[in-house]
């Protein structure tokens, strides 16, 4: 298998231009979504979906900066994606195989094998993969896998004009990323954090993690993210051992009267026996 790749995210230099949606949608040809205003916000695409595979987020927040003034406006954008996870839900309740692990260690949708189940959907804990409209069938960001079998940098990395999206070996990534916080608490930033880089949380690790400037909540993203099928093996043993009782109940019902019927038979047998005594006394009587 090649060496793992995956993104690092540095929201903190992300000025929100877009670039990396309009680049994922052009590369992999998504259908637009239709513009909806919503009225409350400059962000104009809402949230990642089946034609959303990039979606940069607008928060807006009232609060002190550092070296700013009280209650200035600070925006806070983060260009989101699928996290590509090391221990991937979605992958164990694909009934089909439509979705797989490549080479590169990332989690991608066969749609011609897509059977449009839905339970992948669910199964998500950053509820990024989805089912489009028309076909039924579940998408989501493949890494530009296509592109990366061509020794080329998915699309949205390459049109990312500040480097808020880099992408290259995973290992390398995290190097780069805690010098990077570390630098901007050394510079006051003290809330910069990494999200989604240890292979020690609820995922096993994602391959997409990021640099934030506030909790997780803020961003929309979960703080504590677990995989869903987490309790399935404990599931399944519990499920065979109550099927196991089940069949040893059902078999003791069955077996249990014969059983008796069949010792009560010797009894009656040997009971008849004893009658033959006294039918013998009454016999020998009898003579």
Known sequence: ????????????VCIGCKACEVA?????????????????????????????WRHVAFIEQSRPVPGGDEGVERWLMSSDVCKH?????????????????????????????CNGCGYCVPACPFGVIDRREDDGRAWK?????????????PACAKACPTDSIQFGPLDELRERAEERVARLRADGHEEARLYGESPSDGVGGAGAFFLLLDEPEAYGLPPDPVVTTRDLPAMWRWAGAAAVSAVGAVALAFLGPR?????????????SRGPLGPLGSRAGGGR
């Open 24 to 52: 994922c949608k052009e590369w992999n040809q998504l259908p637009d979504d239709g513009f909806v205003f919503q009225a409350t916000s400059y962000d104009n695409t809402g949230m990642l979906g089946a034609s959303t």
């Open 1 to 12: 298998m090649a060496e793992r790749t995956g993104f690092f995210t540095d929201t903190s």
């Open 259 to 271: 059983g008796q019927r069949g010792s009560g038979g010797s009894r009656g047998w040997g009971g």
């Open 141 to 153: 960001c493949t890494m530009c896998y296509d592109r990366q079998r061509g020794g080329l940098e």
């Open 85 to 113: 996870c090391t221990h991937a839900a979605c992958l164990d309740v694909c009934p089909t195989g439509a979705l797989f692990r490549t080479e590169f260690d990332t989690v991608v949708v066969q749609p011609d094998i």
